[in-house]
């Protein structure tokens, strides 16, 4: 007798065509939209399929509650099919869940009992077990991890109604694995036919796909069987999260993570079939639609996503809306002290948070604020007998060294306060025709009573202010001891030299806080996020707040770093002292992103020595990975066809590590636990002669795109894989490891050489000779 209920509709689910996200003419990629069943999910397939089953059975009777864990579909196909059928039905899943579904399944008149989201799915089903096994008197389980129904709703409906709208054209069938009864299912059912594969899509290991599983970190189901599938394709989380955006904004469907993941791995299905040459015909399943996910981050605003900073304004974290080009600025070192420690630990902090943004394919700007017209410069230019445009010429070119060696992205600006002295004029006079600044005896104050906002950011309490500690009292004839001076009035000796301003209110000179103000709007327009030094916090910050307000400048964030502490009982440490210590600049890059940065980090010898072995670590990994590449390109041999799992499991969770640091502000401290266990691993691997070529390939592009935004590899020490070397520079390097064996040093180094000629070096290790291109430079992303 035909159905005539709402079951009736269950199954029957259309194919589609993606079109625009499929770059492949020659590969058809059909998407089937359960979405269509009535429940909204390819899990009506399996309830129904599983109550029936347990009907027939006599298991479940009126007067039984069904019972079953469930993260969120298979218990809206449940409660569906227990509301039209009658019976009672109770849920449990981690309270994690989406909303929209709990909100469903209630609506469906289910009971809802929820388990801690840390536990994942795991902790339902132990719950639902133990229920169903205390209580079999009340409950009657669906258990849709062992029911062998979950495999039959798909071998007897998905697989033959893929073979019938397709003709049999069908080549492949991608599903994500769930509960994996979809992917068995399918599997049986089209392994009936010759010539039709089945790929499923597994997640990575501590992923954020809803409805997804990775079967090595939680149960199981016991109806997996990975060698039914012809092939399993890992897929990341953002991948599957773009696909499912761009499917809503170039082909009209609305639908889930797990869509997006099996999209995401038909792509890269199709991509492969095409560079083969092949033509393919794709079915990919796609489990649900994306009203589901409304409360998940999936199509949340950008500005709802990403980038937390620990912001000195407010006090918290403050998510940096990064949906435009963002810029940044960074307080730079006092020119007569250009190799101030505490200043380059703010420069690389602000250079890996632009490396970082532009990453994320942002549009991100740095520039460093000098300011080359206060006390400081003159007295050094003064007793080095200088003038200060000569002075301040050299200091500045002494810094932009410093930077490149640092490993500053190129197009970092270092703007010089002396350049924008007409902007500083302009600003005083806006600032005085607005009433917040006054003139008084040649000098021009910001009046900090006139602003409202002045003491609102979270720097210091203004109530227990000690006036005096803070702001300079002798000095200057103010009004209000906490104004702040804009433009100071020059003295006989500035007089005398020609350091001066010539303005209708006498001759002056700009205050560190107008230099560093005007520096940054010249540099960069508008600031976004301003990076500055734990010294800086107040009254610092909070003037340049008040100059850029007025100006219409208003900072996102605001950051400081905590100083570099010495040594108990000693002196403050040099940078160059520091950089001997380390052994180099790409190590001391390292150590000074060692710690958080809104903690102090100690200059001393141990942790300089363990950090420069740290780096030495990354460097040799490196190192091994561009040479066990590079040779076994060379000689045209690869053990497998590509990387195991094991692999991209450590290159997917190195670069998660990276951005969940980097994402919440910018704590790399956490990051370096997770490289190190990557470059352990990777030395393991290639010392057990485990690392393909296509799993060092994967390796070292990860660990190239960590450095893109890290910046601690010194690609003047990345060696040359022999492979790759020209023939006479490896004949030569032969013949020279042939004379050092045979104890002929004077050959050996006349071999030597013969290759710093052409324009190489070698370096003898225990694993054999290393070349280098002698006119290798650091390259930094």
């Known amino acids: 007798m035909e159905r005539t209920d709402i079951l009736r509709l269950v199954g029957g689910t259309p194919l589609v065509e993606i079109r625009r996200l499929n770059p492949h003419s020659g590969v058809k990629i059909m998407a089937k939209l359960e979405c269509m069943n009535p429940g909204g999910s390819i899990k009506d397939r399996v309830a129904a399929a599983m109550i029936e089953a347990a009907e027939h059975s006599g298991e479940l009777v009126p007067g039984k509650t069904i019972i079953e864990a469930t993260s969120g579909n298979t218990g809206i196909g449940l409660a569906m099919v227990a509301a039209v059928k009658g019976y009672k039905m109770c849920l449990i899943m981690p309270d994690s869940a989406s909303e929209e579904r709990k909100r469903i399944m209630r609506a469906y008149g289910a009971e809802i009992r929820l388990t801690p989201g840390r536990l994942g799915t795991d902790g339902a089903i132990e719950l639902a077990y133990r229920l169903a096994r205390t209580e079999p008197d009340t409950y009657v389980l669906m258990d849709q991890f062992n029911n062998p129904n979950s495999i039959a709703a798909h071998y007897n409906g998905t697989g033959p109604e893929i073979w019938e709208q397709t003709g049999g054209s069908v080549t492949h069938v991608v599903a994500a694995l769930g509960t994996s009864g979809t992917a068995m299912g399918l599997a049986k059912s089209m392994h009936e036919h010759p010539g039709v594969a089945v790929c499923a899509i597994e997640p990575f290991a501590g992923h954020k796909i809803q ?446 590590a990276l951005t969940a640091a980097c994402e919440d502000d910018l704590s790399l401290h956490r990051y370096w636990p997770g490289l190190f266990t990557f470059v352990r691993r990777v030395n393991a691997w290639i010392t057990a002669g485990r690392l393909n070529r296509a799993g060092a390939a994967a390796c070292l592009k990860q660990l190239e795109a960590a450095d893109a935004v890290l910046g601690i590899l010194d690609a003047s020490r990345m060696p040359v894989a022999c492979g790759c070397l020209p023939d006479a520079v490896r004949t030569l390097v032969d013949r020279r490891e042939a004379a050092r064996k045979a104890k002929d040093f004077a050959a050996s180094d006349e071999l030597r050489g013969e290759l710093a000629a052409l324009g190489y070096r070698v370096e003898d290790t225990a694993q054999g000779p290393r070349v280098y291109r002698r006119d290798a430079a650091r390259q930094d992303a």
């Not at 995401?264 to 489990?287: D, H, M, N, S, T």
Request: proline share 4%.
């Open 211 to 656: 409805g997804l599983k990775n079967m090595h970190e939680s149960y199981p189901p016991g109806i997996y069987n990975k060698k039914a599938l012809d092939r399993i394709l890992r897929v990341e989380d953002e991948e599957a999260f773009e696909c499912c955006r761009r499917l809503a904004r170039e082909e009209g469907l609305f639908m889930g993570m797990s869509s997006g993941a099996a999209l995401a791995g038909a792509l890269k299905l199709a991509a492969e079939l095409a560079a083969e040459g092949r033509g393919g015909y794709i079915v990919v399943i796609f489990p649900d639609g994306g009203e589901r996910y409304l409360s998940t981050p999936l199509f949340a605003p950008k500005s709802k996503d990403g980038l937390r900073l620990m912001n000195l304004a407010t006090g918290g974290k403050t998510h940096l809306d990064a949906s435009g080009a963002l810029h940044v600025y960074c307080i730079g070192p006092s020119l007569d002290e250009p190799d101030e420690p505490d200043a380059w630990r703010r420069f690389v902090l602000s250079d890996v948070l632009v490396r970082h943004l532009r990453a994320r394919g942002l549009e991100a700007r740095l520039a460093v604020g000098l300011a080359d017209l206060d006390d400081r410069t003159l007295a050094a230019a003064r007793a080095a007998g200088l003038s200060r445009a000569q002075y301040a010429e050299g200091a500045v070119a002494r810094i932009t060294a410093r930077a490149a060696e640092l490993g500053a992205l190129p197009d970092t600006v270092f703007e010089s306060a002396s350049a924008s002295v007409p902007r500083a004029l302009e600003i005083c006079r806006k600032l005085l025709g607005k009433g917040l600044a006054y003139e008084k005896l040649r000098s021009v104050y910001f009046d900090v009573r006139r602003d409202p906002r002045y003491g609102a950011m979270k720097l210091m309490d203004m109530d227990g202010l000690s006036v005096g500690k803070t702001v300079d009292l002798g000095d200057y004839v103010k009004d209000n001891p906490l104004d702040f001076t804009l433009l100071k009035r020059a003295t006989l000796q500035d007089l005398k030299l020609g350091d001066i301003i010539e303005t209708e209110w006498g001759n002056v000179r700009p205050s560190w806080f107008m230099q560093v103000a005007v520096a940054g709007l010249a540099a960069l327009g508008r600031v976004d996020v301003l990076v500055g030094g734990e010294e800086h916090q107040f009254p610092h910050l909070e003037n340049l707040r008040a100059i850029w307000s007025a100006a219409g400048v208003e900072v996102k964030a605001w950051l400081a770093d905590r100083k570099i502490s010495r040594p108990e009982g000693g002196e403050p440490v040099s940078l160059e002292r520091l950089m001997e210590l380390a052994g180099g600049a790409a190590a001391l890059r390292l150590w000074l992103l060692s710690s958080s940065y809104r903690k102090s980090l100690a200059a001393g010898e141990q942790s300089l020595s363990m950090w420069a072995r740290n780096w030495h670590k990354v460097q040799e990994a490196a190192c091994a990975l561009r040479l066990a590449l590079g040779d076994e390109a060379a000689s045209g041999q690869d053990r497998e066809a590509g990387p195991a799992e094991e692999v991209e499991q450590a290159v997917f969770d190195l670069k998660a």
